[in-house]
Structures are given as structure tokens and as C-alpha cells.
């Protein structure tokens, strides 16, 4: 897959999809280690503190729309330029593209996801709800309760919409651009995660983040709600509902794989929800239904597991195509 004379920045090469395969094999059967993770922290944590140091130092004063997009800018900047001088370095080499899947995998999110939302249905279904709730506040940052339905709903909310932002997304990214392309992912992914957010200090800010991560979720977005539908085992159900009450998601594109999976658990997602002192009085997602359990919790992850195969075995067939 590394021959001599193939052109580095092409979409959708044998080259590219290596890169893609080798890092959702990589990330599946191995994670990010911890100790590896005490040794060298990661590269998205890396990709934060560079934009912390920019939020402290440039939201401030006047034109901060410009000041923001500066900020997107440089981001980019740091994550892509050694992506772009990695690629042109392997170029033609034999093995080329395993390595730069190697470099790759760190930005593909499959295994932490499972075991994050593994850690709270665990928990939840054992009659540990304080547990749970504590699990699942490390992956959602509204308020809740220690009631098991609003814990087992955010935990899906967060499973689904992370389905694509933490695996089909930077996967789709690794095969349209190799390494350059799921690191800008990861890097836009990362600005809108962190200065995104509707709120006086980022809402002119971090407005060209959160645009641009928009934009880069648009098709993996509807692709991770058809593979959600495709194994399922409920498809036309799943398809419907996320083409009819996926708009109403306060995301332009989370409410696709979130809807997808309501339909296909057969329970109802999104819906109010608390941050601090604040009800955002979201609109339900197949809202007819009933709450998750925890039950539907892990039916959920079996419905991720099987939408991640999916996935590899249409990366795999293209590549072989």
C-alpha cells in the first residue's frame, strides 16, 4: 500500500484507509494505556493546553471573532504542519502507512468510550446509583440527579454523539486525508469542546471553533446515525426517526446518532436538562418512548460495538476495492 509514485494528499487512497484501519485496529485492542498516559499525558491533552494558553491570552479586549479564528489558525497550525512533514517523510516507504496508523491511533477515541460508559452501566446495574452517577459525571458535565433514568439517558446521549465525534469522524477524516486530516479533526473537535460554548467569555471567541467543528461533523454525523440504523436490528425505525427529529437537537449534528439510537433502544433521549442554576428545556428525541434503564445502557454499547465493526468492515472493503 505504499508504493512509490502515489500522491500523499490524494482522498481516499489504499494509503489513506490503511491509516484508518491500523488506528481503529490499534485503538480497539489496546486503548491509551494509563501508564503510557502518566509517561506522556496524550496528544489531545497536548492540543488543550495550547489552546488554554491562547483562550488566557488573546479572549480578551476587542474583535475577538478575529482574535478567535487566530486562535483556530495557530491550533491548526501545530497539529497539522508535523501531521503534513510525517506524511511526505513515509511517503513510498513499505510499511508508510502502518506507522503513520501508528501516529494515528492515539486521535481515535473506540476503547475509552466503551469503558467510560461501561464504568457507569456497571454501577447502574448493580443498584449503585451514587456510582453510576459519579461514572458518568466524567463524561457529561450537566447536573444530575440519583435518580437511574436521567444517569443511563446521559450516558447514551454521551455514547451516541461520541459514537461519531470519537470515532467515526476522526476514522472518516483518516481516510479522506490520512494523519494531516484526523489531526486537523482532532484539533477543530478539541477548539469547539473547549471555547465553543454559548457563554459571555467564548460566544465571539470561540464562534470560527465552533462553525468549523460543525462543518467537519456534518457527514460523519448522518453516517454514524445509518450505522447505528444498519445494526440495530430496528433499521427503518432508527432511519425515520433521525431524519424527522434530528433537527430539533439543539446540534446541528449530534441529534443524528442520537436519535438513531433512541429509535433503535426503543427509549426516548435529549429531552431538559440542568446546567447549575439553568433548565435548558431541550425537545425529546423519540420522546413517545420510555426512559433508558440500565438495561438499555448496555444494549447501547452492544449497538456501538457492532456499528464499530461496521465501520472497519466498510473501511476494509473499500480499501480492497
Request: charge should be positive; proline fraction near 7%; hydrophobic fraction near 55%.
Amino acid at each position: 500500500l505504499g508504493r512509490r509514485g502515489r500522491q500523499p494528499g490524494r482522498a481516499m487512497t489504499p494509503e489513506t484507509l490503511t491509516i484508518a484501519l491500523t488506528a481503529l485496529l490499534v485503538d480497539a485492542l489496546i486503548g491509551w494505556p494509563d501508564a503510557l498516559y502518566r509517561r506522556i499525558s496524550h496528544p489531545v491533552v497536548w492540543i488543550g493546553r495550547l489552546i488554554s494558553a491562547l483562550d488566557a491570552r488573546w479572549n480578551r479586549g476587542r474583535h475577538r471573532i478575529a482574535r478567535g479564528a487566530l486562535a483556530v489558525a495557530v491550533t491548526l497550525g501545530a497539529a497539522v504542519i508535523p501531521a503534513l512533514l510525517l506524511t511526505w517523510a513515509l511517503a513510498g516507504l513499505p510499511f508508510g502507512p502502518v506507522v503513520l496508523g501508528v501516529l494515528a491511533w492515539p486521535l481515535v477515541a473506540t476503547r475509552s468510550l466503551h469503558d467510560h460508559v461501561a464504568a457507569v452501566a456497571r454501577p447502574l446495574a448493580a443498584g449503585d446509583v451514587p456510582a453510576a452517577r459519579a461514572a458518568v459525571a466524567m463524561i457529561v458535565g450537566r447536573d444530575l440527579d440519583d435518580r437511574p433514568e436521567p444517569i443511563a439517558r446521559a450516558a447514551l446521549e454521551s455514547l451516541a454523539e461520541n459514537a461519531s465525534d470519537g470515532v467515526v469522524a476522526p476514522l472518516f477524516w483518516a481516510a479522506v486525508a490520512g494523519l494531516p486530516g484526523i489531526a486537523a479533526y482532532k484539533a477543530i473537535n478539541t477548539l469547539d469542546s473547549m471555547i465553543g460554548h454559548r457563554n459571555a467569555r467564548h460566544e465571539d471567541f470561540g464562534k470560527v471553533a465552533a462553525r468549523l467543528d460543525d462543518l467537519v461533523n456534518l457527514v460523519p454525523a448522518r453516517l454514524t446515525a445509518l450505522l447505528i440504523a444498519l445494526v440495530s436490528g430496528r433499521p427503518l425505525a432508527a432511519l425515520r426517526t433521525a431524519l424527522a427529529e434530528a433537527r430539533n437537537h439543539r446540534s446541528p449534528n449530534a441529534g443524528w446518532p442520537e436519535a438513531a439510537m433512541a429509535a433503535a433502544l426503543a427509549v426516548r433521549l435529549s429531552g431538559p436538562r440542568v446546567y447549575g442554576t439553568r433548565v435548558s428545556p431541550e425537545p425529546w428525541l423519540n420522546g413517545a418512548a420510555p426512559d433508558p434503564d440500565a438495561l438499555a445502557l448496555r444494549r447501547g454499547l452492544a449497538v456501538f460495538v457492532r456499528a464499530v465493526f461496521l465501520c472497519g468492515g466498510l473501511l476494509l472493503a473499500i480499501a480492497l476495492l
